[in-house]
C-alpha cells in the first residue's frame, strides 16, 4: 500500500469514527438528570442551559417516587419520571429567556418547592415562523399598577345571607347605571360593587345578584372549563377539591407549622398558614380580582401558597381566578 493510500484510510476512518461516533458521545454524555422530593435536593441539576432553536434533549430518572416534568408557559405534555427509569425530553425553544420546569406530580408535602430553570440563550427567530411560545415581555402585573397592597386583610365587611345568583341578576342589571368595562370588574371586589349599588333603590339581595351576574359576564363557559381542571390539577391538594381549604395536604402545611414554630422558636421567616378556604363569603368577596390575581403570580411569601408567576400564562391565572368565584355565585339558578 502506497503512501498516500494509508493516508487516505486513515482519514477515511477517522471521518466514520466521528459521524458515528459524535452522536454516541453525546448521547452518551446528556446528562442524566436526577429527581429527589424536595427535602433531599429536587432536581439535580436544577439549572439547565439551552440555545434557541437547537434541540435540548433531556434524560431524567427519579431516585425515590413519581415525579413529573414539564415546562411552564410552553404549551407541552407534562412527562412523567418514573423511578429507575430514564424519561427522555427533546425540547426546542424558539425564544430565549429563562423558562420554569416544575414538577407535576404530587410527590410531598413540597411537591411545589419542585423547580428548576432553562436558561435559553440566543437571538430569537423570525417571528413569523414564531410557534407562539412565551416567554412574552414581562407586562407589570394590574395589582401592582393599581398600587394593591396584597398582603393586606381584605374581609368584606358584609356578606350575602344566600348564595347571590346570577340569572336573577341579569334582569335587574339591564338598566342600571354600572361600569361595564373589564378594567372595572377586575379592579373592583364584588364587596366594592355591592356597595356602590346601595345607590340604586335594590335591596341588598338584588345587589348581590347583579353584582354574580356581573361576574358571570366577565367569564364564559370555556374558562370555567379550563379553570376548574388547573385546579384540579394544581391547587385542590392544598385548597380542597371543592375550595373549602380541606385538600389532602392543608393537614401536612399545619403540622409543618407546628413543628416550625418548635425548630425556630422565635423566628418568623416560616409561618405556614392554612389554605384559604374559596368557599368563605368573608374572605372572597372582598378581594378584587386584581389582587388575587397578585397572590396567584406571587405567592404567599412563606405561607405555603406557592408562585405561579412562571407556571401559568395570563390567560390560565384569569381562568383559575373566574372559577374560584364561583365557588360564591350561583351561575346556573
Ligand atoms: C402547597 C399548598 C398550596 C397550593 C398547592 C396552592 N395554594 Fe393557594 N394558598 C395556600 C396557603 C397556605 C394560602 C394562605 C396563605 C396566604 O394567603 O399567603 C393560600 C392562599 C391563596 C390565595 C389568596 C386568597 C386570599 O384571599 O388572599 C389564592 C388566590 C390562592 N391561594 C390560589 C391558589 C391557586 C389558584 C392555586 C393553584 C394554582 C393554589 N393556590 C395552590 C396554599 C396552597
Known sequence: M????????????????????APLYFWSHTPLIHVHIAEDGGWSPDVIKANVNEPLNLKLTSDDVVHGFAVGQMDMQSVDVLPGKVADVTLNFDKPGIYTFFCTRWCGINHWRMRGTIEVSGSPADPSTSSGQ???PASVPMYVTLGLDIDAPHDSPSIPFSQPSA??????AVNL??????????GNSPYQVFDELGSTSLTEIQRWNVVASIWQSNTTPESLANGQHLFAQNCAACHGENGAGNGVFADDLAAADESSMQTMAGSDNMTMQSPVDFTNPTRMLGASPALLQGKILRGGMGTGMPMWGSIFTEEQIWDLIAYLYSFQFDYHN
Not at 167 to 172: A, E, H, R, T
Open 177 to 186: 347605571p354600572i361600569d361595564r368595562s373589564t378594567e372595572y370588574y377586575l
Open 134 to 136: 412565551r416567554p412574552e
Open 2 to 21: 502506497k503512501r498516500s493510500e494509508l493516508i487516505s484510510r486513515i482519514l477515511i476512518t477517522v471521518a466514520i469514527v466521528s459521524v458515528v461516533g
Open 167 to 172: 340569572i336573577n341578576g341579569q334582569q335587574l
